[in-house]
């Protein structure tokens, strides 16, 4: 796996681009808001300087082929309204896990669908992954329409040791 050079992706509506700095007063508030992370249990990103760390993580995790971490934004406009990223990687490097978050003004239109889908493709083709893991909790019901909306199907076997709300969809490839 090589995220070099970095994999813009655009689809119809949106860019997948390369996250930056200048990123950072959307990443607090996707990482701090009461109502985006009420079904997430990761650490917060309330101030500037937790932004800015949590983005020079990520970048460092990009450049060392760790994951892959996207800004989504308009087509139109490169204000980040969201991410999407595939990382936790299997060993073997033929499974990775969708995560995903959206600022809410953006709900119901059908973008994080559309990220989704073009981020599945990039995984099978480009990364050659066999499966894509997606983990949602439980009461996240929008989360789950979308995953089986794009055919993932729960694992009722697996279970998240982090997070023991969590469900484990997965999505495997067609041969």
């Known amino acids: 796996m090589n995220f070099h050079p970095f ?13 930056n700095l200048e990123d950072w007063p959307l990443i607090s508030y996707l990482r701090s808001d009461k109502t985006v992370n009420q ?15 949590f983005i ?5 995790s990009i450049n060392e082929n760790e994951l892959i971490y996207w800004s989504i934004s308009l087509a139109v406009d490169p204000t980040m309204i969201g991410s999407i990223c595939i990382w936790n990687f299997s060993e073997d490097k033929k499974t990775g896990e969708v995560g995903y978050d959206l600022d809410p003004k953006f709900h119901k239109l059908g973008i994080m669908n559309e990220a989704l889908q073009a981020v599945i493709k990039f995984g099978f083709i480009e990364l050659k992954l ?6 949602t909790q439980k009461n996240n019901e929008n989360s789950m329409k979308m995953l089986h909306r794009n055919n993932f199907v729960l694992n009722d076997i697996k279970k998240d040791k982090g997070n023991p709300l969590n469900l484990i969809f997965e999505l495997k490839k067609e041969v």
């Open 130 to 135: 066999d499966k894509i893991e997606a983990y």
């Open 7 to 19: 994999p813009v992706i655009e689809t119809e509506r949106l860019m997948l681009r390369k996250i």
């Open 56 to 60: 020079e993580r990520t970048l460092a």
């Open 39 to 53: 079904f997430e249990k990761r650490p917060n990103a309330d101030t500037k300087e937790k932004a800015i760390a």
